[in-house]
């Protein structure tokens, strides 16, 4: 049985009070760090890619990987990276439910050993495709309702519009890489404390995208309503979203007040429609949605949008 190792960010806490606490300059207490190592994995950050595209299975996302050792003293001599594979669905009773394919760590999807190993701090970089999470999961099949299992992919998949080509992975399906670190000493790395995962500088413990929707406006011409609504009730404070029409950018803020539609109407023959949010002084005070001519809402965010583009939902469009 291998052991498993859990460290977190109170360890260097617990150390530096030790020394803060201590009055007698005569003595010095040196800290006996604790041993192990951690990892940070992120999205490369020369790619805008970040989620796969629902019908279009030829991007592909690209991570860094980095392992670091605490001590300065740990040497990693093996990564085995998971991938798990999270589909959402609604169950007999109209509850939602996630069928978790692999389970919490997922299915073994590379291991890197020997000379593969990078250097600690220095990141490895690889792709993780489609067809790659397609390859770990073909043939595999979930009891969604209780009454036996049914297979993800073929006959009796309950997703009628998820096939074996360009529609392998569709709206509602999540993914998270987690990563296994091996020491010189023999010691398994595999669970973190929560600080580590979401708080320490430098480190995390996976790695999330999602199946989404392409972001390719195909009929971009009508009236795109904008719904805007200030949790205080002052209005935005020089937040605002902006609409870009073939390359003209135009701002729509709510002056004043709590609430407030725009329409903005996009003449027919354009051919690039965008969406961004614009940070102003309270973020975590704006919410709005946007609904397309059509009537389907394709962006429901805050409080505290995200600035930049707008990641949309187009899967009715």
Sequence with gaps: MRKIYQYSALTLFAA??????????????VPE???GV????????NTDDVNFIKGDPSIDLTIDLLWNSIDHQNEVTKIDLYLAFNEAYTDQDGNPKTAKHGGDQGVLYKTYEGSNIPADKAPTTFTISQDDVFALYDGDSFNYY????????????????RDTEAFKFVDGDAFQLKWVFTTADG???DKWGVSVCTEFPGANCSVNW?????QDIKEPAGDWTINMTDLYGDGWN???VKVIVDGVATDYTLDDGDSGVTVVTVPDGTEILTFEFVSGDWDSEVVFNIKSPKGNTIADEGPSPGEGVLTLNLCSE
């Design 238 to 240: 020089g937040a605002a």
């Design 210 to 214: 999602a199946a989404v929707c392409a």
């Design 38 to 45: 951690h990892g940070l994995g992120e999205f490369n950050a």
């Design 146 to 161: 209780g009454t036996g299992e049914l297979p993800i992919w073929g006959g009796g998949s309950i997703r009628d519009d």
């Design 16 to 29: 530096i009070a030790s020394v803060s606490s201590c009055k007698d300059e005569d003595r010095v207490i």
């Design 187 to 189: 010691r398994v790395f």
């Design 33 to 35: 760090w604790e041993s």
